[in-house]
């Protein structure tokens, strides 16, 4: 049985630097690799870059390429998960589910792989990159060449094509079939039937709302105006809202039965769609008859706190993907639920968001927020 790579060894800093000036000093390579639009990367055998083309330095915002060299490519990109261990990035465990992580360790082993990479960086944005990597030899030495895509784009154009023509083309759906049935129906069906085209229009608009709020949001355009809110309220209101979503169509959600009324300062359209994007995911990942609880509790550190627990486990697998923008459970095209919560809470609402599922726990989403930003 073969024994499993070290992920934390580097190579020493004078070995990198020996290494990069090998490649430089290849000239007709390098006028070539700086020709390409794409970037490209050579990193060594313990990941760390030892050659970037001009694409690669301006992408990764550095004056020149040797302020690259040593790297990793998680770490040059700013990945939140290359500063979780000394080791860096690739020693993380939410790292063994990185695409760019897997390419390279491919390469590494005489492989040519192509893969998809899903980086949160510390600034609060992401990234979606395809990798192709090939190895190559040098004077005894394996190395592997790495081109990357950013297709962040394209990805985020899949998502709301699919929330375009699936959640908001069966909302307006919805509301077609109810006109239709009220051109029939007698004076007092049409009571009812008004108040669900009320409730259908109100949807239609809410979800178109949301990805305009999140395109802003992703910009940094976002204009956030803190005022006084109250959390028991603000659940409340959530709940209100979900009774009446398809999502909770033979579901139940409640809060908890000792919320904390704790009053502080917020944006309550951003608040209340961070906490509903909490509540549809819940609701969707229950099962027939399950039940969602919402609760909010007074923390300490001058902190308040909420909670949306439903009765599931997700993988470990997903666990690890878990707040990545184009990562979902529930398919391809999907995977701004979560994604759109961290932003907004930690962004621009100065909080955290975080998770825990077992099943012990079951699958329960914490978001906190100071209660004097």
Same mark, same amino acid.
């Given at each position: 049985?073969?024994?499993?790579?070290?992920?934390?060894?580097?190579?020493?800093?004078?070995?990198?630097?020996?290494?990069?000036?090998?490649?430089?000093?290849?000239?007709?390579?390098?006028?070539?690799?700086?020709?390409?639009?794409?970037?490209?990367?050579?990193?060594?055998?313990?990941?760390?870059?030892?050659?970037?083309?001009?694409?690669?330095?301006?992408?990764?915002?550095?004056?020149?390429?040797?302020?690259?060299?040593?790297?990793?490519?998680?770490?040059?990109?700013?990945?939140?998960?290359?500063?979780?261990?000394?080791?860096?990035?690739?020693?993380?465990?939410?790292?063994?589910?990185?695409?760019?992580?897997?390419?390279?360790?491919?390469?590494?082993?005489?492989?040519?792989?192509?893969?998809?990479?899903?980086?949160?960086?510390?600034?609060?944005?992401?990234?979606?990159?395809?990798?192709?990597?090939?190895?190559?030899?040098?004077?005894?030495?394996?190395?592997?060449?790495?081109?990357?895509?950013?297709?962040?784009?394209?990805?985020?154009?899949?998502?709301?094509?699919?929330?375009? %023509?699936?959640?908001?083309?069966?909302?307006?759906?919805?509301?077609?079939?109810?006109?239709?049935?009220?051109? %029939?129906?007698?004076?007092?069906?049409?009571?009812?039937?008004?108040?669900?085209?009320?409730?259908?229009?109100?949807?239609?608009?809410?979800?178109?709302?949301?990805?305009?709020?999140?395109?802003?949001?992703?910009?940094?355009?976002?204009?956030?105006?803190? /005022?006084?809110?109250?959390?028991?309220?603000?659940?409340?209101?959530?709940?209100?809202?979900?009774?009446?979503?398809?999502?909770?169509?033979?579901?139940?959600?409640?809060?908890?039965?000792?919320?904390?009324?704790?009053?502080?300062?917020?944006?309550?359209?951003?608040?209340?769609?961070?906490?509903?994007?909490?509540?549809?995911?819940?609701?969707?990942?229950?099962?027939?008859?399950? /039940?969602?609880?919402?609760?909010?509790?007074?923390?300490?550190?001058?902190?308040?706190?909420?909670?949306?627990?439903?009765?599931?486990?997700?993988?470990?697998?997903?666990?690890?993907?878990?707040?990545?923008?184009? %990562?979902?459970?529930?398919?391809?095209?999907?995977?701004?639920?979560?994604?759109?919560?961290?932003?907004?809470?930690?962004?621009?609402?100065?909080?955290?968001?975080?998770?825990?599922?077992?099943?012990?726990?079951?699958?329960?989403?914490?978001?906190?927020?100071?209660?004097?930003?």
């Amino acid at each position: 049985m073969s024994e499993t790579p070290r992920t934390d060894l580097r190579t020493a800093p004078e070995k990198v630097i020996s290494q990069a000036r090998q490649i430089e000093d290849w000239k007709q390579m390098r006028d070539l690799m700086d020709a390409i639009p794409d970037i490209l990367l050579a990193v060594n055998s313990t990941r760390q870059i030892v050659f970037a083309n001009r694409a690669a330095v301006t992408f990764f915002r550095v004056s020149d390429a040797s302020e690259l060299w040593g790297k990793r490519p998680g770490e040059a990109a700013g990945c939140i998960h290359s500063a979780e261990t000394s080791g860096g990035c690739g020693d993380a465990d939410a790292c063994k589910v990185c695409g760019a992580f897997r390419a390279i360790m491919r390469g590494l082993a005489g492989d040519t792989p192509v893969e998809e990479c899903r980086m949160l960086l510390h600034c609060g944005s992401a990234l979606d990159l395809r990798v192709w990597a090939r190895p190559f030899d040098l004077e005894g030495e394996r190395f592997v060449f790495l081109s990357m895509q950013d297709i962040s784009d394209e990805k985020r154009r899949q998502a709301l094509e699919k929330i375009f %023509f699936h959640d908001i083309l069966n909302t307006a759906g919805g509301l077609q079939s109810v006109g239709e049935i009220m051109e %029939f129906s007698g004076p007092e069906e049409l009571h009812e039937l008004r108040g669900l085209v009320v409730s259908l229009s109100e949807q239609l608009v809410d979800e178109i709302r949301a990805q305009r709020e999140l395109l802003t949001a992703e910009s940094g355009h976002l204009q956030v105006e803190m /005022k006084p809110v109250n959390s028991r309220d603000a659940i409340s209101r959530v709940i209100a809202t979900y009774l009446k979503h398809p999502a909770c169509d033979g579901k139940m959600i409640a809060a908890e039965e000792a919320c904390d009324s704790v009053a502080f300062d917020s944006d309550l359209s951003l608040l209340l769609r961070i906490l509903g994007n909490l509540a549809k995911n819940a609701l969707e990942a229950s099962p027939a008859g399950g /039940k969602v609880t919402m609760g909010c509790r007074r923390l300490r550190g001058g902190l308040v706190g909420f909670s949306v627990r439903n009765q599931g486990v997700i993988p470990r697998t997903s666990q690890l993907q878990i707040f990545n923008r184009s %990562f979902s459970t529930k398919g391809a095209g999907r995977g701004l639920g979560t994604y759109s919560v961290k932003l907004l809470t930690e962004r621009f609402l100065h909080g955290q968001a975080r998770f825990v599922s077992t099943p012990e726990e079951q699958t329960t989403f914490f978001v906190e927020f100071p209660v004097k930003p």
